[in-house]
């Protein structure tokens, strides 16, 4: 019988880590769509409707990103609390 051990510690830091690289990645796409601002400004004609779908497209994929991300995040953090909670209520069932 192989043994199961958690380290709940190591597991909400990698939670937090998560939180934190969302939060980083979030930070950067900001900078960087305030910069190609800048530059479209002086975009006319097809070049800025090409430029336009392209962003929207990208956008759209890094949302996507920034979501999943979150999702993993949130989903890590509960299966945490849930190992947590049953190694307690183990705990529990044996006198400890």
């Known amino acids: ?11 909400e830091q990698a939670v937090a880590d ?19 601002r800048q530059l479209q400004s ?6 800025k409707q090409a430029y336009e779908v392209s962003k929207a497209k990208w956008t759209d994929g890094m949302n996507g ?5 979150q999702s993993v995040s949130a989903a890590v953090s509960e299966a945490r609390q849930s190992a947590e909670a ?3 209520r183990n705990a ?5």
Do not use: C, H, P, R
């Open 1 to 11: 019988m192989s043994d199961i051990l958690y380290n709940y510690g190591q597991i």
């Open 18 to 36: 998560m939180g934190a690289g969302v939060n980083s990645l979030n930070g950067k796409l900001e900078d960087m769509d305030s910069q190609l």
């Open 42 to 47: 002086s975009w006319d004609g097809q070049a």
């Open 65 to 69: 990103i920034v979501e999943i991300l």
């Open 86 to 88: 049953t190694d307690s």
């Open 92 to 96: 529990a069932a044996f006198g400890g």
